[in-house]
């Protein structure tokens, strides 16, 4: 039966921006690099790559950019219940494997975590909340973290928030509207890093209304990026944007942070995306762009469980220089196999099964009279 390639094209997947892939990539090497570094160097000032946590606000604003380019043509043909499935079937296998890795880092690290202290009712309730995305900032040896089992999970809620908004609201209103709420959240993520010296904030209790700040000014950028048609026609390249990209994450950190920071977030982000979109890829860069768009959100999801280990193993050895340099990068390079096999393994096999469960149903639904768009 061909039904899937007839009734099913709202479903179908459009090209990728290539250099855009990369650039992820870059960032999800840049934040995992940036979460080693911070338990050496908690001075920050003292840290080459201490805004590397801005990575996450680049994977907003690209979220709001391909969401638009993904989405706007055909979600309201699609409707909300089929965008929401299509976004969970992405997102979410994920998270729970970042949030099993994560409990098996608690209990079973060899260099501490102290899971003792806690009884196995809150663990299993902190781990439930963890994969259903519920915040629950309870463990004190985590931080305090939204999600103590996969930190990083606290941007994947905002995402899902993102696409909710985005769903109801977004898709349909004017341009002038968006640039109208991307101006108030401008605003608002001034207010926060202003409040707090910088844009760390997020993904902790204490900070949790942080995170919605850089969410939604992100996340409407990219979009107003894409529904303006800002593509600037550049010769930079996949190598010339990914040093840009880069020097984001390795400018000083400093008692400034409240200005620069925001200029970065506000303008720079969103410059580079239009730059991207209007670059020339070499032929010879192509595979490696591909590959690093496709293990940047394994790579993002799966890295923390072995942070915290690495983080105990600091702690309580406290290698030289030297010593701690061959670790992280043995740990970079562990934690893309690690990636790439959770990817190939579990991820990919997980979405194409329920990809195509959904499609089934949709089909059979739609040869009996029913509508694949709603």
């Known amino acids: 039966m061909n039904m899937n390639k007839t009734t099913l094209p709202i479903f179908r997947t459009k090209a990728h921006f290539e250099i855009l892939d990369g650039l992820r990539g870059v960032a999800a090497l840049a934040v995992v690099t940036f979460h080693f570094m911070e338990w050496a160097y908690t001075d920050f000032t003292t840290n080459f790559i201490a805004h590397g946590f801005l990575a996450v606000d ?32 992405r997102l979410h296998p994920l998270i729970i494997a970042g949030s099993v890795l994560g409990l098996l880092a608690f209990l079973f690290d060899p260099f501490g975590g102290n899971p003792e202290l806690y009884s196995a009712g809150k663990v299993l309730l902190t781990f439930l909340c963890s994969i259903f995305l519920i915040p629950l900032p309870i463990i004190e040896d985590r931080g305090f973290n939204l999600f103590s089992f996969n930190a990083p999970s606290w ?25 109208l709420l991307t101006i108030l959240a401008a605003v608002a993520i001034c207010m926060v890093c202003y409040r707090s010296g910088n844009l760390l904030g997020g993904w902790s209790g204490p900070t949790f209304w942080d995170g919605s700040a850089r969410i939604a000014y992100s996340f409407l950028a990219g979009l107003l990026v894409f529904r303006s048609n800002w593509i600037i026609k550049n010769r ?10 880069l020097l984001a994450f390795v400018m ?10 925001p200029l970065v977030v506000l303008f720079y982000f969103p410059l580079l995306i239009a730059l ?12 490696l762009c591909v590959f690093s768009g496709k293990i940047s959100y394994p790579l993002y999801m799966t890295h923390y469980a072995v942070l915290w280990m ?15 340099t061959l670790i992280i990068i043995a740990g970079l390079i562990l934690l893309v196999g690690m990636a790439y096999l959770v990817m190939v393994i579990y991820d990919i096999p997980v979405r194409k099964y ?21």
């Open 310 to 324: 690495f983080g105990n193993y600091y702690t309580s050895h406290q290698p030289g220089t030297l010593q701690l």
């Open 155 to 179: 941007s994947l809620f905002w995402e899902y928030v993102a696409n909710i908004a985005y769903a109801f609201v977004l898709y349909k209103i004017s341009r002038g509207y968006l640039r």
């Open 252 to 261: 000083p950190f400093t008692e400034w942070n409240w200005v620069t920071e």
């Open 276 to 287: 991207a979109t209007g670059a020339a890829l070499a032929p010879g860069l192509r595979k």
């Open 236 to 245: 930079l390249g996949f190598t010339g944007l990914a040093i840009m990209l």
């Open 58 to 89: 680049f994977f907003f604003c690209l979220s709001g950019f391909v969401i638009g380019y993904a989405y706007d043509d055909r979600i309201a043909r699609m409707g909300a219940l089929e965008f929401f499935k299509s976004r969970i079937i």
């Open 354 to 374: 329920l990809s195509d469960k959904r499609n089934k149903g949709i089909t059979i639904q739609d040869a009996g009279g029913g509508r694949p768009e709603s």
